[in-house]
């Protein structure tokens, strides 16, 4: 690790025309084109790291520049200087005393940093030939909470506490590690029910589904009131009663409208509500939660960073934990985060599709159940079936689980020819079009 000199950092803002086909549609991002900040760390020992931030579109030049930005806190510097105290350079990146005025770790600045600090954790487990799920469950306690900054937090999670949630799940961690390599992580498919999708193209993608054994569907609603009632009995009548239904708004309401339709949707038997109000609003999610109890309230892919899930957790403001892969400042957030939700005992259910944040998501449940909360119950991961093509690793699915990932990394390589092709503005899935 100490003469792994990391030498370069390439940045590239890589685009895929999803909106031409609705895909990725909600009833707020209508014309999405998946789109991500991607980098790569070069070095001289011949191994490279990847990382990436999911965007959609328009602004990824900003991320971009951002993560480039970023850089020079890591080029000329070894592996070990950083892995060695992890949290000290996740301070760098979130402290820079002028850049973090456009922050501080939130937006713009806070996306390319979680590239950033995800392209590091995948050159580290490249060097130590694991996949990040197992280089992770594999670190001793210490050495794990050396990356997470508890800063801001430990009014809710101290250290010692954290310490306590890990070292008791190390029980029964073999037996769990053989029942994940059995029968993989559930998962669930938005891949259905894309606001833009008519219904013969709903009913279809619902029967091939169920055919490839999937068992939790989540529809896109936050149009007209009796529209979401009616594609939502579209899939009961494909799906039946006894699989899984959740709903998804993606903001689209103010809290008193978000509590009438909830309650409309309610009718439909929903496993939760997604996103029903603005995603920064703590106190108005926990009052829809409470004054409809019957469903439960999920939020998180547009979570900032630890100290709003934090809040989110103490004002009891939500019922299920959805957080992103690089929406918040990487892996070690990502760390701080699921430790935060084992202590206010709610599941966490990771927010995924995209660009990559399948690939991303699979390690960071399969870590939490083997070292965290060591428990599937009411968890589930989200898949969409889309770009996955690009990389070099993809996820594998089987009868709606997430196979483990057996390849050293974090998944998140894309493929050079992809690389070439939808690199914006020149790359030629770009530069053909009128």
Partial sequence: MNEILITGVRVI???FPTSREHI????????PDYSAAYCILETNAGLTGH????TLGRGTDLVVQAATYLTRYVVNRSLASITDDFCAFSR???EDTQFRWLGPEKGVIHLATGALINAVWDLYARAEKKPLWQLLSDLEPCQLLKAVDFRYIDDALTAAEAREILEEARSGKAERLTRLKETGYPAYTTSVGWFGYSEEKIRRLCHEALADGWTHFKLKVGGDPEED??????VRQEIGWNKMLMVDANQKWGVLEAVERTR???ELKPW???EPTNPDDILGHARIRREVPEVRIATGEHCHNRVMFKQFLQAQALDVVQLDSCRVGGVNENIAILLLAAKFKTPVCPHAGGVGLCEYVQHLSMFDYLSVSATMQDRVIEFVDHLHEHFVTPVHIRNGHYLVPTEAGYSIEIREESLNRFAYPHGEAWSTLP
Avoid at 229 to 234: F, M, S, T, V
Wanted: glycine residues 10%; positive net charge.
């Fill in 13 to 15: 803002d890589l685009r």
């Fill in 24 to 31: 990725g549609s909600d009833a707020v991002n209508k014309d």
């Fill in 51 to 54: 990382g990436l931030t999911f």
């Fill in 92 to 94: 760098q990146l979130t």
């Fill in 229 to 234: 009632l009616r594609r939502g009995r579209i």
């Fill in 264 to 266: 409309q949707l309610a």
């Fill in 272 to 274: 939760w509500m997604e």
